[in-house]
């Protein structure tokens, strides 16, 4: 299977690093339990942080580390401004595939310190005119109720004559409040956003020419949207007795959280350019997240309003535009060197304000980064299979001279345009000494800009200067990782363990009521382990299990001395599932999903592991399908993992969801 994320072509089976290819099948029994896009990822990948559960997705890391999500090759993800939102940009009813790489890497740029996360969205079904459409209805077990349901639909038609393919797909989907596994009402996260009590709708075209058997040349557009109703307040929780956040009928402050995102692509390929083939990619994505309102400290201003009488909300907006280039000769050497060069490039524009007052949160940054790259692959004899590359990453940031917000002083910054370049490296190979084993170990490094937004929003000295602000400098992860993996008829495994390190890494603290961004040190170690087995055509099953720690320098003595906690790793996980086709019409699945305690360096960050259990079930009628499923179908009562293990706050003390139903019809006609 070739993955397309790694931009040469490679398959997965000659890959030196873990490579997980989601499939369509996969996703559509996530989906029979779960519209949630980080909890889709969380159920499938266990070196992913479990779900929040909520709009916001900040914590949620892979393998301990800020994952590069992409749609169809486009970033999805924002470098100078996270929102932690990058996990919910689309609806995964839009999606055939996921390409997952394990690890750090610069195989597309910016942003994959902890891997690449590609969502590869639906092609067109053969045939001239194909329709399909989707209901749902989820409902808690414990209450039924217009409250606490939600309704979900999906319409969508595809074809192709030919010369064009086609595809139009839209849904649309109202949540209603959750409850937990003790019939109460989850707590609502009034300022970071909620995926309860909201509404999303996701739009996606496609539109492809073949101008002849090797030329095809696509245009493609996804819309997605989400927002809150805005009709509960939270009611603080008592983490010290064991009392979780919940929520209440009434209309919070401000106006309510949303995403709205427009992403854009017009690629072409030539798959016969002279014996070689030419993908080319322009993208444009249009990125807005409103988040609700608070009367933080980090707000207030005693020339507007009394201090601790101020409420506000920060908007950040985000538009950025770019290129990816690639030429691949894959004939050479008689047949065993593959060659892929390359030149991407990419404009973002980030600001971030105070929605209510119109003051300057985060200044608007501009950033240009233009990276020419080469990559090379060599099969010098049949077992064994060499990659190395090089990729250079030139990066500017230009910053007005702004201002920062009373709570830090109303000091004056003055801009200026700092600039960085990286060459970037990796190597690794991949050896089959005897049929159906082989042996893998790789080398890579990645490159990020730390999170400017937070960095320039945090001063209160005066007299900084944004040229001489050492927090802005780029972060470079080395990631070591070796493996073995066994690829037989009826099972398939892989055993693999990893390094990523980073010598001026990034972790985000808390500080009162805001979070931090710390420029220090950072080392991650972890094991992953999965396997496959088909017992039969019609059954099978799937093992997978992650372990990692992460440790950082918390006094910069060259001494890693700290454990990293839940806001910045991943617990242990083990998640096992079952498959099976019991007749023509009826299938099933079950998956269990164990995260195992943790403890950290803080106490008071003491997570207690928890056992959640989903199961579903479809059956064939002569006109479309049914399917019913449960998720938490034994009705676990739990906090989630970033509420015990990332911070310490009453406020978002949330527990997890209760047992769910959804039924659901789909027909493709």
């Known amino acids: 299977m070739v993955v397309t994320a790694t931009r040469t072509g490679t398959a997965k089976e000659d890959s030196p690093q873990t490579v997980r290819i989601i499939t369509q099948e996969e996703i559509a029994q996530q989906r029979q339990l779960t519209s949630d896009s980080s909890q889709i990822l969380s159920n499938l990948l266990p070196s992913y942080s479990p779900s929040r559960q909520k709009m916001s997705g900040s914590g949620e890391t892979l393998r301990g580390r800020t994952p590069l999500i992409m749609i169809d090759g486009i970033p999805?993800?924002?470098?100078?401004?996270?929102?932690?939102?990058?996990?919910?940009?689309?609806?995964?009813?839009?999606?055939?595939?996921?390409?997952?790489?394990?690890?750090?890497?610069?195989?597309?740029?910016?942003?994959?310190?902890?891997?690449?996360?590609?969502?590869?969205?639906?092609?067109?079904?053969?045939?001239?005119?194909?329709?399909?459409?989707?209901?749902?209805?989820?409902?808690?077990?414990?209450?039924?109720?217009?409250?606490?349901?939600?309704?979900?639909?999906?319409?969508?038609?595809?074809?192709?004559?030919?010369?064009?393919?086609?595809?139009?797909?839209?849904?649309?989907?109202?949540?209603?409040?959750?409850?937990?596994?003790?019939?109460?009402?989850?707590?609502?996260?009034?300022?970071?956003?909620?995926?309860?009590?909201?509404?999303?709708?996701?739009?996606?075209?496609?539109?492809?020419?073949?101008?002849?058997?090797?030329?095809?040349?696509?245009?493609?557009?996804?819309?997605?949207?989400?927002?809150?109703?805005?009709?509960?307040?939270?009611?603080?929780?008592?983490?010290?007795?064991?009392?979780?956040?919940?929520?209440?009928?009434g209309t919070p402050e401000g106006d309510a959280p949303y995403n709205e995102v427009w992403t854009t692509g017009l690629s072409y390929d030539n798959y016969d350019l002279a014996g070689m083939h030419l993908s080319a990619l322009a993208f444009y994505q249009d990125y807005e997240s409103l988040f609700g309102a608070t009367d933080s400290g980090n707000f207030q201003d005693a020339a507007i309003a009394p201090v601790g009488s101020l409420y506000d909300q920060t908007l950040a907006d985000t538009s950025k535009y770019g290129t990816k280039f690639s030429l691949t000769k894959d004939d050479l050497w008689d047949q065993r060197l593959k060659l892929t060069a390359g030149f991407d490039t990419l404009f973002?524009?980030?600001?971030?304000?105070?929605?209510?007052?119109?003051?300057?949160?985060?200044?608007?940054?501009?950033?240009?980064?233009?990276?020419?790259?080469?990559?090379?692959?060599?099969?010098?004899?049949?077992?064994?299979?060499?990659?190395?590359?090089?990729?250079?990453?030139?990066?500017?940031?230009?910053?007005?001279?702004?201002?920062?917000?009373?709570?830090?002083?109303?000091?004056?910054?003055?801009?200026?345009?700092?600039?960085?370049?990286?060459?970037?490296?990796?190597?690794?190979?991949?050896?089959?000494?005897?049929?159906?084993?082989?042996?893998?170990?790789?080398?890579?490094?990645?490159?990020?800009?730390?999170?400017?937004?937070?960095?320039?929003?945090?001063?209160?000295?005066?007299?900084?200067?944004?040229?001489?602000?050492?927090?802005?400098?780029?972060?470079?992860?080395?990631?070591?990782?070796?493996?073995?993996?066994?690829?037989?008829?009826?099972?398939?495994?892989?055993?693999?363990?990893?390094?990523?390190?980073?010598?001026?890494?990034?972790?985000?603290?808390?500080?009162?009521?805001?979070?931090?961004?710390?420029?220090?040190?950072?080392?991650?170690?972890?094991?992953?382990?999965?396997?496959?087995?088909?017992?039969?055509?019609?059954h099978s099953a799937k093992l997978a299990y992650s372990h990692m720690t992460g440790r950082y320098d918390s006094n910069d003595n060259g001494s890693l001395d700290a454990k990293l906690d839940g806001l910045n790793v991943a617990p242990d996980r083990l998640i096992a599932s079952w498959s099976a086709r019991w007749t023509n019409d009826i299938t099933s699945f079950v998956q269990a999903n164990y995260a195992f305690d943790e403890s950290f360096d803080d106490a008071d960050k003491e997570f207690d592991g928890y056992l959640l259990v989903d199961a579903a079930m479809g059956y064939q009628l002569p006109v479309g399908q049914v399917n019913v499923g449960i998720s938490n179908l034994l009705d676990e009562q739990y906090i989630t993992y970033y509420s015990q293990s990332a911070l310490v706050n009453n406020d978002r003390y949330f527990a997890g969801r209760g047992r769910t139903l959804t039924l659901g019809y789909s027909l493709d006609f």
């Open 348 to 538: 973002d524009e980030t600001e971030q304000y105070l929605y209510s007052t119109d003051r300057t949160y985060v200044p608007p940054v501009e950033y240009t980064d233009l990276s020419p790259f080469v990559q090379a692959e060599l099969k010098p004899i049949d077992s064994l299979t060499l990659s190395a590359g090089v990729r250079y990453e030139y990066a500017k940031l230009d910053i007005d001279s702004y201002q920062t917000v009373a709570a830090r002083n109303s000091v004056d910054v003055e801009g200026g345009s700092p600039s960085f370049d990286e060459t970037l490296y990796n190597v690794g190979a991949v050896w089959s000494p005897i049929r159906d084993w082989s042996l893998f170990a790789n080398y890579s490094e990645g490159f990020s800009i730390p999170d400017v937004g937070r960095a320039l929003r945090g001063i209160e000295e005066p007299g900084q200067s944004v040229d001489d602000f050492e927090n802005l400098s780029p972060i470079v992860t080395d990631n070591i990782e070796t493996g073995v993996r066994f690829e037989g008829e009826r099972l398939a495994a892989e055993l693999s363990y990893y390094e990523s390190s980073s010598d001026f890494g990034s972790r985000v603290t808390r500080s009162g009521d805001a979070f931090v961004m710390q420029r220090q040190e950072t080392e991650i170690k972890g094991v992953e382990a999965s396997m496959d087995y088909r017992f039969t055509d019609a």
């Open 76 to 249: 999805q993800s924002n470098p100078l401004r996270p929102t932690g939102r990058e996990a919910h940009t689309i609806d995964f009813a839009m999606v055939e595939q996921i390409e997952i790489i394990q690890g750090a890497n610069a195989t597309n740029g910016v942003g994959a310190a902890g891997g690449v996360i590609n969502i590869i969205t639906k092609r067109p079904e053969p045939g001239s005119f194909n329709q399909h459409l989707e209901v749902q209805l989820t409902t808690p077990t414990s209450e039924f109720g217009s409250e606490t349901n939600a309704y979900k639909t999906n319409y969508g038609f595809s074809g192709n004559t030919d010369s064009i393919d086609y595809l139009f797909s839209l849904s649309y989907e109202d949540q209603g409040l959750y409850l937990d596994g003790d019939g109460d009402p989850v707590g609502v996260d009034n300022t970071q956003g909620d995926l309860m009590d909201s509404r999303s709708y996701d739009l996606l075209g496609k539109l492809a020419y073949w101008i002849d058997d090797d030329q095809r040349l696509q245009f493609s557009l996804n819309h997605y949207d989400i927002e809150g109703n805005n009709d509960y307040v939270s009611v603080t929780g008592d983490r010290d007795n064991g009392v979780p956040t919940t929520s209440v009928r």
